[in-house]
């Protein structure tokens, strides 16, 4: 389907916060928002569903675990042109986890959301292009 939606989602500390990171620096767009315990954000085909402690996202495993932010998982975002896109992201004060990485398949960097799940941004390689 080429307009199906691709739903992910993400525990976060704070859902306001966390909706308000995604809408300035990513360009999502909020759908609704049920703070504390639930919102949910859209870009392109990838529907974000920010759960907060009280969503029932949020609720204890049989075991006792609980759901909790971060971890190495991610959501990749592709973009033409991965460094004038970092450059915007830094100016304006968005932290990276790591520095751009190069690969045969394309260029990387990780940043995290005031939560702490990560968030890679991605370049293709050219196609015929010769290392």
């Not at 974000?48 to 049989?62: D, E, F, Q």
């Not at 991965?82 to 004060?93: M, P």
Request: with cysteine; aromatic share 8%; charged share 20%.
């Amino acid at each position: 389907m080429a307009d199906a939606v691709v739903n992910v989602r993400y525990m976060v500390h704070d859902v306001d916060e966390a909706v308000a990171w995604y809408t300035t620096y990513l360009g999502f767009e909020c759908l609704s928002s049920a703070a504390p315990a639930f919102a949910d954000v859209k870009r392109g085909p990838l529907r974000l569903l920010l759960s907060g402690k009280t969503s029932s996202a949020g609720r204890p495993m049989p075991d006792g675990q609980q759901p909790s932010a971060g971890g190495w998982n991610r959501i990749q975002l592709v973009f033409d042109d991965l460094a004038a896109e970092v450059d915007r992201l830094r100016a304006a004060g968005v932290a990276f986890r790591n520095d751009v990485v190069k690969g045969p398949g394309g260029s990387q960097i990780l940043l995290q959301d005031p939560s702490g799940n990560l968030i890679e941004l991605f370049q293709p390689a050219a196609r015929g292009a010769r290392a």
